[in-house]
């Protein structure tokens, strides 16, 4: 994964003063890592800026050998479903940190601050769609609770382990840029670069008016694997092959903080990742045959950037929304346990 690197070295020029720095972190049973801002304390005390989940409803690949292209689209999923799924979501983190002793500064009261409507113009408004046709993915991105979607402090993490893996039958190593598809769910072209100081000096303003620790949520929930069956000799080419598989993924579901007094420029380094995925269970999928979308190669990536024919795809998937919901909500219990403990016990 690729950092902006341009955009960090100017926020660091933001700094002034004494800059709090950020400290190596992890979570009691090891499903989050990264770094915490050094003020252990103010960590008791944390304010809900910017709260997303992004649903990873395309997702395709290409053979290396034939470019032949296959796709997968969840087509019953609108923004207005997925509304609940997020709030759900935010209302239990908030549960969840509250029992761990940690401080919830009231929804409202973040959302009447001037810095929030400054968070907002820098930001994406809810309901978002990203198309990264590198990636051969389309994501859906819903906010909770009218918050903003701020994707710079929470873009992709490196993490040891990258568990995403291609169905029964196919080679990886057959694949275009399967690496990168396997690791990555937002290109970093999609962060906010003209909007970044923007961004920071709000989260700043947030964490000085209300003496907290500001925290940046995102949530990243692919819900199928996708692969590719070579077939041997004349009687038929290559075939698709779809496997569902919904969970919270590995290094895009990210946790960021800010904390008054710190260094804006240090914010994009104060994250905390899931290091492996955790399964959304007791889900029911219907796959059925669609049309092809554009084809693969350099034809197909120039159709992908221009949207054309996303409306196809040679799987359509239909998922059951309230069973989404429900193992959702059971999935991220056990991660936001995990968050709400290691924020508690940050010495």
Excluded at 125 to 153: H, R, Y
Excluded at 174 to 183: C, D, G
């Amino acid at each position: 994964m690729k950092r902006v690197l341009s955009t960090l070295a100017l926020a660091a020029t933001l700094a002034c003063g004494a800059a709090l720095g950020a400290t190596d972190a992890e979570s009691p049973q090891g499903l989050l890592r990264g770094k915490l801002p050094d003020n252990a304390a103010a960590l008791n005390r944390v304010a809900i800026s910017s709260f997303f989940v992004q649903v990873v409803t395309d997702f395709g690949v290409e053979m290396k050998r034939s470019s032949n292209t296959f796709y997968s689209k969840v087509h019953n999923l609108s923004a207005e479903q997925l509304l609940p799924l997020a709030d759900g979501l935010y209302t239990l983190l908030t549960q969840e940190l509250a029992a761990a002793g940690i401080e919830v500064v009231a929804a409202d009261r973040v959302a009447a601050l001037a810095a929030m409507a400054d968070l907002h113009k820098a930001g994406r408004q809810s309901p978002s769609v990203i198309n990264d046709s590198t990636l051969k993915k389309i994501s859906t991105l819903v906010a909770a609770k009218g918050l903003p979607i701020v994707l710079f402090q929470v873009q992709d993490q490196r993490v040891p382990k990258y568990f995403t893996d291609v169905p029964e039958g196919t080679y990886s190593n057959q694949l275009v840029n399967w690496e990168q598809q396997s690791r990555e769910w937002l290109m970093a072209g999609n962060l906010e670069t003209f909007g970044m100081v923007g961004i920071l000096t709000a989260q700043q303003k947030l964490a000085d008016e209300l003496q907290a620790t500001v925290l940046t949520v995102r949530l990243t929930v692919p819900l199928v694997d996708m692969g590719i069956e070579r077939k041997i000799g004349f009687s038929g080419g290559d075939a698709g092959k779809v496997r569902p598989n919904p969970r919270l993924v590995e290094a895009g579901t990210v946790f960021s903080f800010a904390q008054a007094g710190g260094n804006p420029g240090h914010m994009a380094q104060q994250v905390l990742a899931l290091q492996k995925p955790l399964p959304i269970q007791d889900v029911k999928f219907e796959v059925e045959a669609g049309a092809p979308r554009d084809g693969g190669g350099l034809i197909g990536a120039l159709f992908g950037a221009a949207r054309a024919n996303t409306d196809k795809a040679d799987f359509m998937v239909k998922v059951d929304a309230a069973q989404l919901q429900a193992g959702a909500l059971a999935a991220a219990t056990t991660l936001f346990k995990e968050l709400a403990q290691t924020l508690a016990a940050a010495k």
